[in-house]
């Protein structure tokens, strides 16, 4: 049973470009947050998809958008690339359906905005 | 407004010796208080966690222990190991499963 998976692994960028981060859920799992983590700082919340809507929000700008599909899996956008853009971006799935809180995460995608 | 305060920022441990790591919120709508392991180029991995109409759970070398009326809880790691130095976050969640992060305790195991 495959964990959370989550593409590209690594990606570089630069300023004023567009990104597209991909990721897949566990298996049985309906639900995917996604997290922005800066060097040497905890997971930040982005935003959480669930039934192929966005339904929490973090502090985060518009130029950051998202997807989920049919299949739960789900992509991060991030239009007009910034320098402080750059981060681990995480994906982590849970169970929504079942009422439990545990959301496991992927390994993550590293941007670097030049 | 950072809701989960964490420390401390890093934290030395004889090979052996008990790590401690403590937290503290402030939303009391939080419901459920995983801690997270992450090493270097990794996802965080859920280590273990607490709801808080139980004050302790232990599982293996990790306990979490948790203090409603103060709102506060802790990480403690037994008999720590080299393999254990790693970064931990304490967190808390409530509602739609938005999980808040402390800021992360960077351990090292020393033998």
């Known amino acids: 049973d495959a964990g959370v998976t989550q593409s590209p692994t690594h990606l570089i960028k630069t300023r004023g470009q567009q990104v597209t981060l991909r990721c897949s859920p566990k298996s049985g799992h309906d639900t995917v947050s996604w997290y922005q983590q800066a060097l040497g700082q905890g997971p930040q919340f982005i935003f959480q998809y669930y039934e192929e809507e966005e339904r929490q929000r973090g502090n985060f700008p518009d130029r950051f958008s998202g997807h989920q599909f049919p299949n739960y899996s789900s992509e991060l956008n991030v239009n007009a690339l910034l320098l402080g853009d750059s981060a681990l971006y995480l994906c982590?799935?849970?169970?929504?359906?079942?009422?439990?809180?545990?959301?496991?995460f992927g390994p993550g995608t590293r941007l670097t905005v030049l | 407004q950072q809701q989960v305060k964490q420390s401390p920022q890093s934290l030395i441990v004889q090979k052996g010796g008990i790590s401690i790591i403590n937290c503290a919120y402030e939303?009391?709508?939080?419901?459920?208080f995983p801690w997270y392991q992450q090493f270097p180029g990794k996802g965080p991995a859920l280590l273990i966690a607490i709801r808080p109409d139980v004050s302790e759970k232990k599982e293996g070398r990790f306990t979490i222990s948790f203090n409603k009326s103060a709102k506060q809880f802790s990480l403690h790691i037994m008999d720590s190991q080299p393999g254990d130095s790693a970064t931990y976050f304490c967190?808390?969640?409530?509602?739609?499963?938005?999980?808040?992060f402390g800021t992360g305790t960077k351990l090292q195991v020393i033998p």
């Open positions: 967190a808390a969640s409530g509602g739609y499963q938005k999980v808040t």
């Open positions: 982590a799935s849970s169970f929504q359906t079942g009422g439990r809180n545990e959301q496991f």
């Open positions: 939303n009391t709508a939080f419901d459920y």
